[in-house]
């Protein structure tokens, strides 16, 4: 599977949106791009995937560059529940997590 | 619930004992796969079920792993001879997609089982 990067960290306020970028330039044709987040002390929590078209759903936005070498994930709306380690993970069949970005969701 | 449940949430083992990790997978997915997660890491591919088929264990540390899913639905972790390098919190998930070949699908993680090994 191709490896990711992403920032190790980023504050955002809350109310405000959220936009966490991460790099996959090693990408193949049928590896998608996945988003998952792990609230403390929880398992990981499935948030949008995609593969080259922008994907919308209730929790966030995943937008895909043509290229498909990088993506960013919005929150559009972030609240201190939001806080969590954000992984961008690109996949054939298992998932390999790398470091993740911690996001921290101020009042 | 309805979701992936894992027992025991905590488990603490001297040094060479054996421990045994259960996962009890959403009902009917047909997918099922082990994690370890050290501490302030990400979690690391252990190895991953297809029903009752172990189609991919090249995560798994070292021969004193061992997994299995012998009807394709409830799997346990088992590891000998515990060292403390194996003190992790070891995640199941589970997804409905026959992977590999529907190489898409949600993967709905446990809690996970938090192992000490003193």
């Known amino acids: 599977d191709a490896k990711t990067t992403q920032p190790p960290s980023m504050d955002c306020a809350e109310g405000r949106a959220a936009n966490l970028p991460c790099n996959h330039s090693?990408?193949?044709?049928?590896?998608?791009v996945y988003w998952y987040r792990q609230i403390h002390s929880q398992g990981p929590q499935y948030i949008i995937h995609g593969l080259k078209n922008n994907e919308t759903n209730e929790m966030a936005s995943l937008i895909i560059t043509e290229d498909r070498k990088s993506s960013t994930l919005i929150l559009p709306h972030a609240t201190l529940r939001d806080t969590a380690v954000y992984y961008c993970?690109?996949?054939?069949?298992?998932?390999?997590f790398g470091a993740g970005t911690t996001v921290t969701v101020r009042a | 619930g309805a979701g992936v449940s894992q027992s025991p949430r905590y488990k603490v083992a001297k040094r060479g004992q054996d421990v045994a990790l259960r996962c009890d997978p959403i009902?009917?997915?047909?997918?099922l796969f082990w994690y370890q997660q050290a501490l302030g890491q990400g979690p690391e591919f252990l190895t991953y079920?297809?029903?009752?088929?172990?189609?991919?264990k090249s995560g798994l540390p070292s021969d004193r792993f061992f997994a299995e899913r012998p009807e394709g639905s409830v799997s346990t972790l088992k590891i000998q001879r515990t060292q403390q390098e194996d003190s992790a919190v070891y995640l199941c998930?589970?997804?409905?997609?026959?992977?590999?070949?529907?190489?898409?699908?949600?993967?709905?993680f446990g809690e996970g089982s938090r192992l000490t090994v003193l």
């Open positions: 998930a589970s997804s409905f997609a026959r992977l590999g070949v529907q190489n898409t699908g949600e993967l709905f």
């Open positions: 079920f297809q029903n009752e088929a172990q189609l991919d």
């Open positions: 090693t990408i193949s044709g049928n590896e998608y």
């Open positions: 009902s009917g997915h047909v997918s």
């Open positions: 993970i690109v996949r054939v069949v298992q998932l390999s």
